[in-house]
């Protein structure tokens, strides 16, 4: 009896992955295979007070994107690269969150706060874009903020910088302008929820695998943008990116 033969319906889809950065000696590109994208909401206190809840008395809150959400920033060999951000439908209130974004080698259930780290493979910074009208409503009634956030192209990112590079960052400054105007600058050690601490809780509630990435929340100062406008947004030591409205 021959072995049954396994038959797509139709053919499977590229997995979604990111560039990593590499040295200018190195010649070929290399990916991180992006498995599940988890989200941190409200991690920073200014933010979480901006949005009218006490960071005091809020443990993290999860949400998920879809990784078809995902839109490297970076060309193949993890340089920056300005990429076009079509305005979503079904929204008249498009608004920017700017984030620290890390990016899983190991994973687990139930990690320790002390092996959190070691399952980082590197960072990069992310856009959390958000259609805030729609979350208003979704959240006002007790709904899923499921198309809030996760639609197309949601989740601009650039490309990964490896631990060996940049370490794992605790401090320093995570900044957005909106064409040429500041809107969101604060420092990485203002996170209620430190990358390792997120880990660890997050771990406690899911499996966490190789390929995930988590965007670990977002400073304060978010608002809108429009057909047009130039986001530009740097965390000192990892990357910078840079989308236009389109």
């Given at each position: 009896m021959s072995p049954c033969e396994t038959i797509y319906v139709f053919e499977p889809?590229?997995?979604?992955?990111?560039?990593?950065?590499?040295?200018?000696?190195?010649?070929?590109?290399?990916?991180?295979?992006v498995n599940t994208i988890y989200c941190v909401g409200q991690n920073y206190a200014a933010h979480a007070r901006e949005m009218g809840t006490d960071p005091e008395r809020s443990?993290?809150?999860?949400?998920?994107?879809?990784?078809?959400?995902?839109?490297?920033?970076?060309?193949?060999?993890?340089?920056?690269?300005?990429?076009n951000l079509p305005y979503p439908p079904q929204t008249t209130e498009?608004?920017?969150e700017i984030e620290l974004v890390a990016a899983l080698k190991g994973g687990g259930r139930n990690i320790p706060r002390d092996e959190a780290?070691?399952?980082?493979?590197?960072?990069?910074v992310g856009l959390?874009?958000?259609?805030?009208?729609?979350?208003?409503?979704?959240?006002?009634?007790?709904?899923p903020w499921d198309m809030a956030k996760g639609f197309d192209d949601a989740a601009p990112c650039s490309a990964l910088t490896p631990v060996s590079r940049?370490?794992?960052?605790?401090?320093?400054?995570?900044e957005l302008t909106v064409n040429g105007e500041p809107r969101q600058k604060s420092d990485l050690e203002d996170l209620i929820?430190?990358?390792?601490?997120?880990?660890?809780?997050?771990?406690?509630?899911?499996t966490l695998?190789?390929?995930?990435?988590?965007?670990?929340?977002?400073?304060?100062?978010?608002?809108?943008?429009?057909?047009?406008?130039?986001?530009?947004?740097?965390?000192d030591g990892v990357g910078e990116i840079t989308a236009v409205i389109t």
């Amino acid at each position: 009896m021959s072995p049954c033969e396994t038959i797509y319906v139709f053919e499977p889809g590229a997995r979604p992955a990111l560039p990593v950065r590499q040295d200018e000696a190195g010649s070929e590109e290399l990916l991180f295979p992006v498995n599940t994208i988890y989200c941190v909401g409200q991690n920073y206190a200014a933010h979480a007070r901006e949005m009218g809840t006490d960071p005091e008395r809020s443990p993290p809150v999860f949400f998920r994107k879809p990784t078809g959400s995902l839109l490297p920033a970076c060309d193949g060999r993890g340089e920056p690269r300005l990429v076009n951000l079509p305005y979503p439908p079904q929204t008249t209130e498009l608004h920017h969150e700017i984030e620290l974004v890390a990016a899983l080698k190991g994973g687990g259930r139930n990690i320790p706060r002390d092996e959190a780290a070691g399952c980082v493979f590197g960072y990069g910074v992310g856009l959390d874009m958000t259609r805030r009208d729609l979350q208003t409503v979704a959240r006002k009634a007790g709904m899923p903020w499921d198309m809030a956030k996760g639609f197309d192209d949601a989740a601009p990112c650039s490309a990964l910088t490896p631990v060996s590079r940049c370490g794992h960052p605790e401090r320093g400054a995570i900044e957005l302008t909106v064409n040429g105007e500041p809107r969101q600058k604060s420092d990485l050690e203002d996170l209620i929820w430190s990358v390792p601490e997120t880990i660890t809780f997050l771990s406690r509630l899911v499996t966490l695998r190789p390929g995930d990435l988590i965007f670990t929340g977002t400073p304060e100062g978010v608002g809108a943008v429009c057909r047009g406008d130039r986001l530009e947004g740097s965390i000192d030591g990892v990357g910078e990116i840079t989308a236009v409205i389109t």
